[in-house]
């Protein structure tokens, strides 16, 4: 399969205590989405954060891969939930760290099992690359439940 | 203080034929945005991308960390543009993040800029969760 490239763009404005940015996708789907640090770290008032972006782009990635995961073991799902919960934390040496991506998955699933979602939602997992990067800073979690009658 | 950033997306039917919606996120900045297999891997077409958000997710950490790290030796930036594009190979994953940033910073010349981008983008926090990328590769240039 081709490659494909991703763009976002961002325009800070001003020191790091008290300036803001503004954040676009190349696509268009968000446009001129403020931040700053205090929206950052304290009080969000609404404003997006590089760990909330984090968090959408691994709860849609984990969530296409565990679609994949089923289909491909016959099991297509009917509907699937999925969050991703992004941790920032300040570490030892005073610096800001991503330290956790937990994510909760809610299968509706027709015929399947528990144990056999646990087998698919690892196979998930490794299928969801980016689950594998972040693991550099992050302690992955992943908790799967079947929903409905199954 | 640890601070928790969530994202809510749901997924109808497999992977080739269905489709999914960031439904909701923390802080409601952003929501309803939809997402599929087809416009991940192939024209997108509008809709936005895991590697579309973490591109987002690059630019920002990084852009704030550059603020950051200029205040400390004692610039202050009028404006800093930074652009992040992610290589996305279907099959393997992340192979390369490109960030390109233009700073107007006012008495500074542009080896220290060059200094000062570099290390942002060895600690932010959002490239050291992505330390595992192949490649990522950094220009950046003063203008004004």
Redesign the interface.
């Known amino acids: 399969?081709p490659?494909?490239?991703?763009?976002?763009?961002?325009?800070?404005?001003?020191?790091?205590?008290r300036?803001s940015?503004s954040?676009?996708?190349?696509?268009?789907?968000?446009e001129d989405?403020?931040?700053s640090?205090a929206?950052?770290?304290e009080k969000?008032?609404?404003?997006?954060?590089?760990?909330?972006?984090?968090?959408?782009?691994?709860?849609?990635?984990y969530?296409?891969s565990?679609?994949?995961e089923?289909?491909g073991s016959g099991f297509?799902?009917?509907?699937?939930?999925?969050?991703?919960?992004?941790?920032?934390?300040?570490v030892e040496d005073g610096?800001?760290?991503?330290?956790a991506s937990d994510i909760l998955a809610r299968a509706r699933v027709t015929g399947m099992d528990d144990a056999a979602l646990q087998d698919v939602a690892d196979a998930a997992n490794r299928g969801c690359?980016?689950s594998?990067?972040?693991?550099?800073?992050?302690k992955v979690t992943i908790n799967a439940q079947l929903e409905g009658g199954s | 203080m640890a601070t928790d950033r969530k994202a809510e997306v749901t997924w109808h039917s497999d992977l080739m034929s269905g489709n999914g919606r960031i439904d909701s996120v923390t802080s409601g900045a952003f929501g309803g945005l939809d997402v599929s297999w087809a416009a991940r891997s192939e024209e997108p077409d509008g809709l936005t991308s895991p590697e579309e958000l973490i591109a987002a997710a690059h630019a920002s950490c990084f852009s704030m960390a550059l603020s950051g790290g200029l205040a400390k030796e004692g610039y202050a930036p009028k404006e800093l543009r930074t652009s992040a594009t992610v290589t996305f190979q279907p099959g393997e994953g992340i192979t390369k993040i490109a960030i390109e940033v233009a700073g107007q910073v006012p008495g500074m010349d542009e080896a220290a800029f060059k200094e000062a981008a570099e290390q942002a983008k060895e600690n932010c926090p959002v490239s050291k969760a992505l330390a595992g990328v192949p490649k990522i590769s950094l220009t950046a240039r003063l203008e004004g």
């Not at chain 1, 968090?55 to 849609?60: D, I, L, S, V």
Request: charged share 20%.
């Open positions: 399969m490659r494909v490239e991703r763009d976002a763009e961002v325009t800070w404005e001003g020191n790091v205590a300036g940015g954040i676009s996708g190349g696509t268009g789907a968000f989405l403020p931040y640090l929206t950052r770290i969000q008032d609404g404003k997006t954060s590089p760990e909330e972006l984090l968090a959408a782009a691994h709860a849609a990635c969530a296409m565990l679609a994949g089923l289909a297509a799902p009917d509907h699937l939930d999925v969050r991703a919960v992004v941790t920032l934390d300040q610096s800001h760290r991503i330290v690359t980016f594998a990067l972040i693991e550099a800073s992050a």
